[in-house]
């Protein structure tokens, strides 16, 4: 790529520009948009569940899997990322599609993964050759340069959604893939994979452990590696009986620390009854947000977007966000906070609330994919 040429109606100048760019370099006088007053590089986005099963059905039926592909995913291309497949500038958001009888293949990666099923029941992801059972609502993690593959003994498709740091890492040039050996894993089922039933306890972790709970990789995860939907409802409807809200949040978290899942990574999941509206929140670092149940609508700096099951909808740093549940919903978030908090970045701001509260949200215009 050749660097920039500006250009100016005095000759001296106009020379001097030119000399610039023939040494790779750029006046900062005449740089536009780079120290912006707030952030501003994303807009929202929503992707309609109808459209992702109907296309990753389809591909399950016309691709196979097989080395070099490794896995059928079907990554969220944020439109004003000029065709990248990333959801936002640090988050991958896709989903992936394992038909009855496949095996996606072993291999491991530097960029963190995890993953929140959607549809199907039986598939079993291996994590360093721990078997993890996967079933809807199931949170499970992937943490980056550990070995997984995925096993779907049974007839019928899963569905999961995938959310990575790989636009992230990749931007910090330190994506590593390697593939694991091409022979199939000799794994045996059990109802609790050794990470659960070593740290699965709320509150509760192991004192004398002959497994490091430090990571020997570059950074550290949570070494709970499986997080099941019975225990995040039971914990989102005790907060909603004790508080008396109409709304509450639990994070994913590491139980040995109470620290994030990944470094690089929050998962939340977020509960609000029918009727319930959010106030309109500003912060910094970008969000993806997936409907597990439910519909509503959600206010992003002005724009409303109507939602309900499986829709997906990214939210861009330091734009206000305000959701309206029409029935009880539950609703999924990636965000990229720890990352911004790690860097001192972390701001948040209140907003007037923005939708019309006559009628709620439902009266805003919609928008969407």
Do not use: C
Request: no cysteine; glycine share 10%.
């Amino acid at each position: 790529m050749v660097t920039r040429r500006f250009h100016d109606s005095d000759p001296a100048v106009d020379g001097l520009y030119s000399d610039l760019a023939e040494a790779d370099l750029q006046p900062l006088w005449r740089q536009e948009g780079l120290l912006p007053r707030t952030p501003n590089r994303l807009t929202p986005f929503l992707w309609r569940w109808k459209t992702l099963r109907d296309l990753a059905g389809r591909s399950g039926e016309l691709v196979g899997i097989d080395r070099g592909g490794d896995r059928r995913v079907l990554a969220l291309a944020h439109p004003d990322l000029g065709g990248l497949p990333f959801a936002t500038h640090t988050l991958w958001g896709a989903v992936q599609f394992l038909g009855g009888g496949e095996l996606a293949p072993a291999h491991r990666h530097s960029p963190a993964a995890l993953r929140l099923v959607l549809e199907g029941t039986g598939v079993w992801t291996l994590v360093n050759g721990d078997p993890i059972a996967m079933e809807p609502g199931d949170l499970v993690l992937t943490p980056g340069q550990t070995w997984h593959e995925h096993h779907n003994p049974g007839t019928e498709p899963m569905v999961w959604f995938d959310g990575l740091d790989l636009p992230l890492v990749r931007n910090l040039d330190a994506v590593f893939f390697e593939p694991g050996p091409d022979e199939l894993s000799d794994y045996s089922p059990r109802p609790h994979s050794s990470s659960e039933q070593r740290f699965s306890v709320a509150g509760l972790v192991p004192v004398v452990d002959p497994v490091p709970v430090e990571p020997t990789g570059p950074g550290r995860f949570s070494p709970l590696l499986a997080y099941r939907w019975s225990a995040v409802d039971a914990a989102l409807s005790q907060l909603i009986d004790a508080g008396g809200f109409g709304a509450a949040t639990v994070r994913y978290s590491d139980p040995t620390s109470g620290r994030d899942v990944m470094p690089t990574l929050r998962a939340e999941m977020h509960r609000m009854l029918a009727g319930h509206q959010t106030p309109a929140t500003r912060r910094v670092g970008s969000g993806i947000w997936l409907v597990f149940r439910g519909s509503g609508s959600t206010v992003v700096d002005g724009h409303a977007f109507s939602w309900s099951a499986g829709d997906i909808l990214v939210t861009p740093s330091w734009s206000a966000v305000e959701h309206e549940a029409f029935e009880d919903s539950d609703l999924f978030l990636l965000s990229d906070e720890p990352v911004i908090e790690a860097a001192g970045l972390a701001r948040t701001a209140n907003e007037p609330t923005q939708g019309v509260r006559e009628g709620g949200l439902a009266q805003a215009s919609t928008a969407g994919s």
